[in-house]
């Protein structure tokens, strides 16, 4: 039945895609002025949009082309952004939820090669949404890093700690900005307090980080919230102030980011010195994913994958148009270990 049920949501995958499309589009987040770009439709490509997509094609396309004995043999690692690439993203944070089409998918991918999430969510959040002990996380923009069992000791031992999980398998927890949280905690209170008047605001905690969403905020009062946030983060010198969709973070001033997350974790799984044998595929669709795909690039190995229907600046090599088009790259990646196990 699990089966039948898998290769029938493989099937209905494109419908999903062309419904998606037509019925929301896909909205990028505010640019360098800060105003909000209109919604791209995805069925109706301009010029800029297709020239852009020759530098940078689509990942499907890609996938068919090259598949094979191309990577028969190599090492394949998978690394996942959150929202706006397992989930669309929504109004409401709090329902950001990831279809079960979804969830299958990720689940059939870490069958066959390991998967990670990363995300700027807290840990604790992104695993609730998913729901899946088959794979890793990484929460805070990688601040929150539940790995595999590390013998890595090019990383401070302080930030690691081994325990194990619910169902007593042997696990590293690395929490590189630990000795923040308390006045992350503390920042956290005074930023409610401080965005209390403003309709709209909705401040979440992420353990290491802190997002301020102003999705329902109006656009007259977008100014003042974030003249707020910057005059309050004078007196937090230790923190920076970074844009994504629809959001504020702030996050402690450390060197540390999703690509650094990736590097830790390809290290801790044993990848870190397989040379060409060994292919990671990141997919992400915020400017804090950017940080992977350079350390992609600097690596010389792996595929970076943009999630966007909208041209922008990227170091990712491929695309993506919508969480849709990532499943269908899923779900293609799955049935092809498949067949490296048929073989």
């Not at 949280?181 to 965005?195: A, G």
């Not at 943009?306 to 041209?311: D, E, K, M, Q």
Request: charged residues 25%.
């Amino acid at each position: 039945m699990g089966d039948a049920l898998f290769i029938y949501r493989i099937m209905v995958t494109e419908n999903m895609r062309r419904f998606y499309n037509k019925a929301v589009g896909y909205l990028s987040g505010p640019n360098s002025s800060g105003s909000e770009p209109s919604i791209v439709e995805p069925n109706q490509p301009n010029e800029i949009y297709t020239s852009w997509l020759k530098e940078h094609p689509s990942a499907l396309t890609w996938f068919n082309e090259t598949t094979g004995e191309a990577m028969r043999g190599k090492k394949i690692v998978v690394f996942l952004d959150y929202d706006g690439t397992l989930s669309p993203i929504v109004n409401d944070p709090d329902r950001a939820f990831m279809s079960d089409a979804m969830r299958c998918a990720v689940r059939e991918v870490a069958k066959h090669f390991p998967t990670a999430i990363i995300s700027g969510r807290s840990r604790d959040k992104v695993y609730g949404f998913v729901k899946l002990d088959e794979i890793y996380y990484a929460g805070s923009h990688g601040m929150d890093i539940m790995g595999p069992p590390s013998h890595v000791n090019s990383y401070d031992n302080k930030f690691q700690t081994n325990t194990m999980d619910k169902k007593g398998n042997k696990i590293t927890i690395f929490q590189p900005a630990q000795e923040y949280l308390p006045t992350i905690k503390k920042l956290l209170e005074e930023i409610k307090q401080k965005t209390l008047d403003i309709p709209g605001v909705f401040v979440e905690d992420n353990t290491f980080c802190i997002s301020v969403h102003y999705r329902h905020v109006l656009i007259e009062d977008c100014g003042d919230l974030e003249g707020r946030i910057h005059n309050l983060l004078l007196e937090y010198p230790i923190f920076h102030l970074t844009r994504g969709k629809k959001v504020l973070e702030i996050r402690p001033s450390i060197e540390w980011n999703k690509g650094d997350a990736l590097s830790y974790l390809l290290k801790t799984l044993g990848f870190s010195d397989s040379g060409d044998d060994v292919i990671p595929f990141y997919i992400g669709d915020d400017k804090t994913d950017e940080d992977a795909f350079k350390v992609l690039k600097s690596r010389g190995q792996g595929h970076g994958i943009v999630v966007s229907t909208s041209p922008r600046e990227t170091s990712a090599s491929y695309s993506l148009k919508d969480p849709t088009e990532v499943l269908s790259f899923l779900l293609r990646l799955s049935r092809w270990g498949d067949t490296l196990k048929s073989t």
